[in-house]
């Protein structure tokens, strides 16, 4: 287990996940936690990063800076998203392993696993076929590092492991009108078509893909859980086990913020992966299992929104 007083350092701690990941070290007692913000610390510069572990020696590292964005960032941006979060994951990595950190937490996503892998997508259905051609460059950075790290493990006697994450939601958000992920997006298009009076609300695609959600809050909590009581080779699976339709989501998202005008919906937009569900059974058999259900983390979030105007701007 880390000690109280451990040297800590959570890499992307401005993001939805890092910050997170602090509020939840700074709730368990954990103080010694290091930072550094993009202007100070480059990660995709290997002698920046190299310095900077050099002179830090964290003990500890949490992986959470990433290259994020909903379908059409990444559509349309398929070789910075592959080439920033590859860059970045393996100068981490690898100046971790060079300096001694004695552990190591990478956080990908589950849009590692295959686009049509049987339901609910265990840890062991990875590469077993291809993957979602929108995510596909995102997915195959995430799998570089998460093999990495295994393979670190395999070669040297690290340890190292990783978290795969369900879609994430909460406070710090990223709710861009086009950059962001599905439910932030519908909490920003809600909210602004309450406020102008809008008749109707235009989604992507028919509505019909099935999707699971956990709170971010809930994400860290397991995080700090498995720094301090899992080691593997074999990545875990972080959600709820638990799913509904894009369209039962927004109507959800509609009540929530107050929205009582018409959904309609847009055939000609993709709708991405039919079904994405996690099976949770490695992290509930660990004795780690989520606290908030979906209702009450969307208005937490919405609160988040209506509480940061910059955040939302953005």
């Not at 992986?63 to 059409?72: F, H, M, Q, S, T």
């Not at 070789?79 to 937490?105: P, Q, R, T």
């Not at 509930?284 to 940061?308: C, H, M, P, Q, V």
Request: contains cysteine; proline residues 4%.
């Amino acid at each position: 287990m880390m000690e109280k007083n451990a040297k800590i350092y959570v890499a992307g701690h401005r993001g939805m996940v890092g910050s997170a990941i602090i509020r939840e070290l700074e709730r368990q007692g954990y103080r010694n936690i290091i930072t550094r913000t993009h202007q100070e610390l480059n990660l995709c510069r290997q002698e920046d990063v190299e310095r900077f572990f050099a002179q830090e020696r964290p003990e500890y590292v949490f992986l959470a800076a990433a290259k994020v964005g909903g379908i059409v960032a990444n559509e349309n941006a398929l070789a910075d998203f592959m080439y920033d979060n590859m860059i970045l994951e393996m100068n981490v990595i690898h100046s971790a392993w060079m300096n001694g950190c004695k552990k190591l937490e990478f956080l990908g996503s589950s849009c590692i696993y295959p686009r049509m892998a049987p339901q609910p997508m265990k840890e062991s259905c990875l590469l077993t076929s291809e993957l979602e051609k929108t995510n596909e460059a995102y997915a195959l950075a995430k799998i570089s590092g998460l093999k990495y790290c295994e393979y670190l493990n395999k070669q040297y006697g690290t340890d190292y492991i990783s978290v795969m994450p369900t879609n994430l939601y909460g406070p710090n958000d990223n709710y861009h009108p086009l950059h962001s992920h599905v439910l932030p997006a519908l909490i920003r298009r809600f909210h602004e078509a309450k406020m102008e009076g809008l008749k109707e609300v235009i989604c992507w695609g028919d509505g019909s893909p099935l999707r699971e959600f956990l709170y971010v809050d809930d994400l860290a909590n397991l995080c700090v859980y498995l720094m301090n009581y899992y080691s593997g080779d074999e990545t875990v699976n972080a959600g709820t086990g638990k799913e509904l339709t894009i369209k039962e989501l927004t109507r959800l998202v509609a009540a929530v913020i107050g929205y009582e005008g018409e959904i309609r919906w847009d055939t000609s937009k993709p709708n991405g992966t039919p079904r994405k569900l996690l099976d949770v059974s490695k992290a509930t058999a660990l004795g780690w299992i989520y606290k908030t259900e979906l209702e009450e983390g969307i208005r937490l979030s919405y609160e988040d929104f209506l509480n940061n105007p910059v955040r939302a701007e953005r």
